[in-house]
C-alpha cells in the first residue's frame, strides 16, 4: 500500500513539474488536499486489496502534486531569512505553539507534561 502511495506522489510530481504554475495555485492546491480524503473511504470500507493500492495511488497522486507549486511559492514569496520559518508547512500550528510557550511561565508546560505522562498505580487486588 505504501508502494502505490509513494509511485503516485512520484508520478504526480514529475508530471507537476513539468506543467507551468496554474493561474489559480491555491483554489487548485486547497481541491486536490480535499479530494485526497475522498480515496480514503475506499480504504475504509474495503478489504481489497487491488481497490486498496488503487486509492492509495489516488491519494498519493492528490496529496504530492500541490505540493511541487507549493515548494514553489515558498521559494518565491518567502523572504530568505524567514524561509525555515515558513516551509515547516504548519504555519499556525507552529507560530502559535512558539509564541504560547514564549509569552508563558516556562515551567508550566513541562511540569504538566510530566504529570499527564506519568504512569499511575493501581491498587492491588
Request: hydrophobic share 45%.
Amino acid at each position: 500500500m505504501l508502494a502505490a502511495y509513494g509511485v503516485g506522489s512520484a508520478v504526480a510530481s514529475l508530471v507537476t513539474g513539468a506543467l507551468p504554475m496554474p493561474r489559480r495555485y491555491l483554489t487548485i492546491m486547497n481541491a486536490m488536499w480535499g479530494l485526497a480524503c475522498l480515496p480514503l473511504l475506499v480504504v475504509a470500507v474495503t478489504s481489497s486489496v487491488p481497490a486498496i493500492a488503487v486509492a492509495m495511488f489516488a491519494v498519493g497522486v492528490l496529496m504530492s502534486a500541490p505540493m511541487v507549486p507549493w515548494g514553489t511559492l515558498l521559494q518565491r514569496r518567502v523572504p530568505p531569512e524567514l524561509l525555515g520559518r515558513a516551509s515547516s508547512g504548519r504555519p499556525w500550528g507552529s507560530g502559535a505553539s512558539s509564541w504560547w510557550l514564549r509569552s508563558s511561565r516556562s515551567s508550566w508546560l513541562p511540569s504538566r507534561s510530566s504529570r499527564a505522562c506519568r504512569p499511575t498505580r493501581r491498587p492491588t487486588p
